[in-house]
């Protein structure tokens, strides 16, 4: 039986984010000036704008249980060493998971410490691996290893370039077995029962998931760099391929400055309608939508981009993605919000999220006409 969402919040989704945040940062350019909103998720993003030092960052999810997550990770910076912050995140080997635990639990806000409290079971698996997605990719990869074997995996990460994991791919992992396995686990009705089919209303009937997937498995293992990608190896392995090419926000090289800016991040659990009703007009730069408006009808979707359109400044950059919906600024907004298509396209091309159909990149127009677009190229094309 499909869930609701409110049993779907009763505990963390995603205890990553599935988003690359180089390809936002690429896009914010944030100065030290700039106010930077964004869905929580994972935390990992809002911790990794940090790095380009922006004023404050406002942290929002429906999900309470997200905050949660992001309280922790942001306790973990806070109190531990960095060594052993990867110990409690679940990157490193760790027995001592509860001990390191109890080492910050106090530091964190009363319903984060409490749910985390009642939870110690995500504490010990480490908490990257403690959501609902994250134990989806488990059961994925252990279906995948069934089905094409450890040993190919091992060789695609293994492989020295791209055309070596083509042949590999062409001759041993693309065969009926893997297509039908694509058409069976990566369809609309198992992602339903194991998530909500309510995250799927807006999806094309006749739109098929499985043909989709297997067309971006097929260009991560082919195109993209794979040792580098930590989401694919993530998936594949179950593990960050090492330390070298690990999420921007655990490199060693951006500890010290994400631990000395936590104090800039706020938590806010709700909507974004109501967290934007509450806010002055102009006084956010930035906007990390993820893919929230996927979720949402036509209708809805203008209504939050108008209240952004009010709290946003001039100028002012907005990014989301699509995964299976097709979704941008509608074009009652063609002069308030305004895409920049060329950017969009360059920085999706680079996205190692590769899960995603569209990278939306939109700046804010608060006078009488917008600057010209970098490229005029509609969204039908591009699609």
């Not at 040792?227 to 960050?240: C, K, M, T, V, W």
């Not at 981009?305 to 509608?330: D, I, K, Q």
């Not at 950017?343 to 680079?350: I, K, N, V, W, Y």
Request: aromatic content about 12%; charged content about 30%.
């Amino acid at each position: 039986m499909t869930q609701k969402p409110s049993d779907i919040f009763s505990d963390v989704v995603y205890a990553q984010c599935w988003e690359d945040p180089e390809i936002d940062r690429e896009a914010f350019q944030i100065r030290p000036e700039d106010t930077v909103f964004s869905i929580t998720s994972g935390g990992c993003n809002v911790l990794t704008f940090l790095i380009d030092n922006p004023r404050s960052v406002y942290a929002l999810d429906l999900n309470p249980r997200q905050n949660h997550l992001l309280d922790l990770k942001m306790g973990a910076f806070a109190a531990l060493p960095y060594g052993e912050m990867l110990e409690l995140f679940g990157v490193r080997r760790s027995r001592r998971r509860r001990e390191l635990y109890g080492r910050i639990r106090g530091a964190l806000g009363r319903e984060s410490r409490a749910y985390w409290d009642a939870r110690q079971v995500k504490v010990d698996m480490g908490i990257i691996h403690a959501g609902r997605y994250e134990s989806y990719m488990r059961l994925l990869r252990r279906c995948l290893e069934r089905v094409k074997g450890k040993r190919l995996i091992r060789a695609l990460f293994e492989a020295e370039d791209a055309s070596e994991r083509l042949r590999l791919y062409r001759r041993e992992w693309d065969t009926p077995l893997w297509r039908y396995f694509t058409r069976i686990f990566l369809s609309r009705s198992v992602m339903s029962a194991l998530f909500t089919g309510d995250f799927f209303r807006y999806v094309e009937g006749s739109f098929s998931f499985g043909a989709h997937f297997a067309g971006l498995v097929e260009r991560a293992l082919t195109e993209m760099p794979l040792r580098e990608n930590y989401f694919a190896s993530y998936i594949l392995l179950g593990r960050y391929f090492d330390e070298d090419h690990l999420p921007p926000y655990l490199m060693r090289e951006n500890f010290s400055a994400i631990r000395a800016r936590l104090g800039r991040v706020r938590l806010i659990t709700g909507t974004c309608g109501e967290f934007f009703t509450q806010m002055s007009e102009s006084s956010v730069q930035k906007f990390n939508f993820t893919n929230i408006f996927e979720w949402m009808s036509e209708e809805a979707c203008e209504g939050i981009l108008r209240e952004a359109w009010r709290v946003a400044s001039h100028g002012a950059v907005m990014t989301y993605r699509n995964l299976l919906v097709f979704r941008e600024r509608p074009s009652t907004m063609q002069r308030m919000i305004v895409p920049d298509r060329a950017l969009a396209e360059s920085l999706h091309a680079r996205d190692r999220a590769f899960i995603y159909r569209n990278y939306v990149v939109e700046r804010v127009n608060k006078q009488e006409a917008p600057w010209p677009t970098r490229s005029k190229r509609s969204l039908t094309a591009a699609r």
